[in-house]
């Protein structure tokens, strides 16, 4: 069974501090990484996607990538109240066309 | 712009009802995929398909069947719907053709089964 594994939260943070969410997984030979964000009562978005060990940066959003840990991470700088949502963790495996997704972790933004 | 469109966003239905969800996508893109998603479960894939008339059972697929007739279009049966497939419903596509497995999803139905 592959799974991917995230803290639910909530995470709270103050507005312009660093949020820190977290995933693993169990898949060794997963291949692709992919971050959604989803707000209360709608339809997950892409954020980041990534690929290769390390990290990769788009605006206030860094992707962080271990595979000999087998987690990925992505931190928020700058958090706004915006930011609140359900963050979502998913995976492709090592064979398939599917994604495994996490539960989420609830990120609140404190103003 | 990817743009996924589901029938409806809100939908009551009562038990043993045949219930039909349409998905429809216009970026001509192979693979399309059916989830259910509950709090605390996260997203369940039910069933997916790679082109017309291919289809796949996820990991949950008993109680739903799926079709699609139309490169376009995915559709989501409940035969006879039952209290527990009251969920919200996720329509999701990708492109095979690019390099990424980026899915892209629809607006989502909130089915309630009374």
């Known amino acids: 069974q592959k799974e991917v594994e995230q803290n639910s939260g909530p995470l709270s943070v103050p507005e312009g501090a660093i949020a820190s969410l977290n995933c693993t997984y169990s898949?060794?030979?997963?291949?692709?990484f992919f971050w959604y964000r989803q707000y209360s009562g709608k339809s997950p978005e892409l954020i980041m996607f990534i690929y290769s060990n390390g990290d990769k940066e788009d605006g206030r959003f860094t992707a962080q990538l271990n595979k000999a840990s087998q987690y990925v991470s992505l931190l928020i700088r700058d958090s706004q109240p915006s930011d609140s949502a359900t963050y979502l963790c998913a995976v492709k495996p090592s064979e398939g066309n599917k994604l495994v997704f996490g539960a989420g972790t609830i990120l609140r933004v404190k103003s | 712009d990817v743009k996924v469109t589901q029938s409806s966003r809100y939908l009551v239905k009562r038990t043993g009802e045949k219930v039909f969800l349409e998905c429809v996508q216009d970026?001509?893109?192979?693979?399309m995929f059916w989830y259910r998603q509950d709090p605390g479960l996260g997203l369940r894939l039910i069933y997916f398909s790679y082109d017309v008339k291919m289809k796949e059972k996820g990991d949950i697929p008993e109680g739903y069947s799926v079709s699609r007739e139309k490169k376009e279009r995915f559709s989501l049966i409940l035969e006879s719907a039952s209290t527990n497939q009251t969920s919200m419903y996720l329509c999701?596509?990708?492109?095979?053709?690019?390099?990424?497995?980026?899915?892209?999803f629809g607006p989502g139905t909130r089915l309630t089964v009374l």
């Open positions: 970026m001509d893109h192979e693979n």
């Open positions: 898949d060794r030979g997963s291949q692709s």
């Open positions: 999701a596509t990708i492109n095979r053709r690019t390099s990424t497995d980026t899915q892209y």
